[in-house]
């Protein structure tokens, strides 16, 4: 009898954990999906500002000079946002050793990214970047750090099961965007400088906020594990 009775406990409490995990599966889901409609409506509205503020010139140079750091990230950052799922997860790794060694990775690729970009700044705009001055393109070199961070610790996020610092993330930024961009060009009139100076701060502000988030669950140690 105690060991049916055990049995049957064993068995609630298994059934109680799957109900739980699948609770809250489905509130990631919906929260997640919440969020993406969210930020596609303030995304709609902050693109109708950077297209018609900026004028035809500044507007075309805007979203070549904008989506370049962009392009580079999604060539070189490999998967590694991916890797920290799984070797969190399945293998059971230590988050800490896990985020640590991402951001490692992310600084150096950034680096040599930006050296790169330097050493070929004539060529790139004069082929792929015609019409970019440099100054918009340094402006947006601190974009490639920040792009590779936050590609890399999303994996943590979602390795940590951290969803709701993903999705108040991204909310925040499209607010701040849309505000930022709001001053910028409608009330400011600051043109294409203002709208990149916005795009770059935003970016870089919430990529630390996810930084330090990280930092207080899973500390960062600054070394390679």
Known sequence: HRRDAGSRASARHDGDAAVTSTK???ADISGTFGTRMI???FGLATGIITARAPGP??????????MFPASLVALTKFGQGISAVYFIRRERENASAVASNLVL???LTSVALILITLALHRLLLDSILRGVPLWAL???????PTLLLESHLYGV?????????YNMRLIAESILTLTGMSLALLVFR???????????????????WVVATIHGGSPLTGRFD
């Open 57 to 66: 010139e500044n507007r075309g140079v805007f979203g070549l000079v904008a």
């Open 157 to 165: 996020l979602q390795a940590t099961d951290r969803f709701r610092v």
């Open 24 to 26: 809250k599966l489905a």
């Open 39 to 41: 930020t596609l409506v």
């Open 138 to 144: 340094l402006v947006v070199l601190p974009l490639l």
């Open 105 to 107: 990775i992310a600084l």
């Open 190 to 208: 600051r043109g294409l400088p203002g709208a990149l100076g916005v795009a770059v701060a935003v970016r870089l502000c919430m990529t630390l």
